[in-house]
């Protein structure tokens, strides 16, 4: 654990001292992982910059309290902004809900190719995805989003939302449980593979699977 904290350590040091260039490379080194989380909180670009700038200078006001000895940069980061993150998340959804994506979401997300048609089919599986989510109560919503969306590990999660590994992990199964049964009541349940959604029965089963064997 030291041995992946110490680059860090020396990145916050160097901030500390006043390096001009430390800030600019604890950015370029946390930005895009920042932003990826705030834009599924969001999904809508200038809030999720917004978000994004708030999280970082909320990072660089308590950057002195960092001790690397308890955790990675990453995770302590994802828990000094885990109230801000939240409470954005939480506010927006009860405002607007996530009964709408928007085009340039489902675009950010998922880039254009060079087969169009491709492109079509996969953006509407993913809009059908993002807005199963939408409908899912907030504690299940923010587990996925973070973990199948974001990337983040188990532990990261946990610092993020103050739980034990134990709770995400149990959380992260009813979550792809309840969500394969909302796109299976929007799309039907169809055997032919065009149509097996990211969260289809056979899907969630090999997905297990790999991760039992890691």
Not at 181 to 194: Q, V
């Amino acid at each position: 654990m030291q041995a992946v904290a110490a680059p860090d350590a020396e990145l916050v040091t160097r901030c500390l001292n006043g390096d001009d260039s430390a800030w600019g490379d604890l950015v370029g080194r946390y930005g895009q992982k920042i932003f990826a989380i705030a834009f599924h909180l969001t999904y809508d670009r200038s809030e999720a910059e917004e978000l994004t700038q708030d999280c970082f200078l909320k990072v660089w006001e308590n950057l002195d309290r960092y001790q690397p000895t308890e955790a990675s940069l990453l995770a302590w980061m994802a828990t000094l902004s885990r109230n801000l993150c939240i409470d954005h998340y939480r506010k927006r959804k009860r405002e607007k809900g996530f009964r709408f994506i928007s085009d340039d979401a489902v675009t950010t997300l998922l880039p254009g190719t060079a087969d169009p048609q491709a492109d079509a089919v996969k953006r509407e599986r993913l809009r059908l995805l993002l807005e199963a989510i939408g409908e899912l109560p907030d504690e299940l919503a923010e587990v996925i989003q973070l973990r199948d969306l974001d990337g983040l590990d188990y532990r990261e999660i946990a610092d993020f939302l103050n739980l034990p590994d134990g709770t995400v992990k149990s959380r992260l199964n009813r979550a792809r449980i309840e969500l394969a049964r909302i796109i299976r009541e929007r799309i039907g349940s169809r055997p032919d593979s065009a149509t097996d959604s990211l969260y289809s029965p056979r899907r969630a089963v090999a997905q297990k699977t790999q991760e039992g064997a890691r």
